[in-house]
């Protein structure tokens, strides 16, 4: 009977099997897998020298017998080109609308500015035309006038196309009536009257601010016909009030300078 003889490795071959020299035994058990390999990485994207590296390398390890067309080469090209450019192009419209935006915002900046700048000038044109009033007559709307000291004063009305005598009313503060005088002839439309150069009864003989009413006969004489009243009177001062003119008529009567109708001499 032939009795199986299993062979059998030693882990180490003697020094007479080996001429000698001790041999490691191979390693036993599963390989060990190998790390993965790590490509590096461009975190804004691949740029013009990621792809030509890319594509040095693609060439290089081609196949011999198989090489790279020409014209697939040429394709991918032709493709990184445009997306190159695509890429530059929204770069370019990115600083364009930056570029935009700033120019608005510059230019509204300005415009906020000049419109600043043109209402200090319109004030201060305003301001230097009210101050040269000082000394005139201003004339606004309204039924006051203002007696002076030498008696003199302006009544300023308005009596459209009614004319014939007229009948003026001077009452104080009150309400109560002071004076009444009459004018032998007033024509239409706007027209003014020196108050030494009527008649009152009884005479209006005391300085002040008083309220007039003025009325014009019509029909022969028979019926009087309320007019439109003006208050006239001296511009004694100026004043701002927030930034606007304001005029003195007479001794007290403030009136903002674009409520004047007509500056007289």
Same mark, same amino acid.
């Given at each position: ?9 030693? &882990? ?9 020299? &001790? ?8 390989? !060990?897998?190998?790390? &993965? ?20 390398? $693609? #060439?290089?390890?081609?196949? &011999? ?9 040429? /394709? $991918? *090209?032709?493709?990184?080109? =445009? ?5 530059? #192009?929204?770069? =370019?419209?990115?600083?364009? +609308?930056?570029?935009? !935006? ?10 906020e500015s000049q419109t600043t700048r043109s209402d200090e000038l319109? /004030? ?5 035309m009210a101050m040269s009033t ?16 030498? #008696? ?26 002071? /004076? ?17 150069? %009527? ?28 007019? +439109?009243? @003006? ?7 100026? +004043? @701002? ?6 005029? %003195? ?10 409520? *004047? ?5």
């Amino acid at each position: 009977m032939i009795t199986a003889v299993r062979n059998t490795i030693s &882990p180490m071959f003697s020094a007479a099997t080996t001429g000698g020299t &001790p041999v490691a035994s191979p390693p036993s058990g599963a390989a !060990e897998p190998s790390q &993965p390999r790590t490509l590096p990485t461009n975190p804004s994207g691949m740029g013009k020298d990621e792809f030509l590296k890319m594509l040095v390398a $693609q #060439l290089k390890n081609q196949d &011999p017998m198989n090489p790279m067309d020409g014209k697939d080469m040429a /394709a $991918q *090209l032709a493709q990184f080109s =445009s997306v190159e450019q695509l890429v530059t #192009l929204n770069k =370019s419209m990115d600083a364009s +609308k930056s570029a935009s !935006e700033a120019t608005a915002k510059a230019l509204t900046a300005l415009g906020e500015s000049q419109t600043t700048r043109s209402d200090e000038l319109a /004030a201060l044109i305003e301001g230097q035309m009210a101050m040269s009033t000082v000394g005139k007559v201003g004339v606004t709307t309204g039924n006051t006038v203002f007696v002076n000291r030498d #008696l003199s004063g302006s009544l300023v009305i308005d009596s459209g196309t009614v004319s014939g005598p007229g009948r003026v009313t001077i009452t104080d503060a009150s309400g109560k009536q002071v /004076a009444q005088g009459t004018i032998d002839k007033v024509g239409t439309g706007q027209q003014s009257f020196d108050l030494r150069d %009527i008649t009152f009864t009884p005479p209006l003989d005391k300085a002040g601010k008083y309220s007039f009413k003025f009325e014009v006969a019509t029909d022969g004489g028979q019926q009087w016909q309320a007019v +439109k009243t @003006y208050t006239a009177g001296r511009i004694t001062g100026m +004043k @701002y009030d927030q930034g606007n003119p304001i005029l %003195i008529l007479g001794d007290s009567l403030s009136v903002p300078m674009s409520q *004047l109708t007509q500056i007289r001499g």
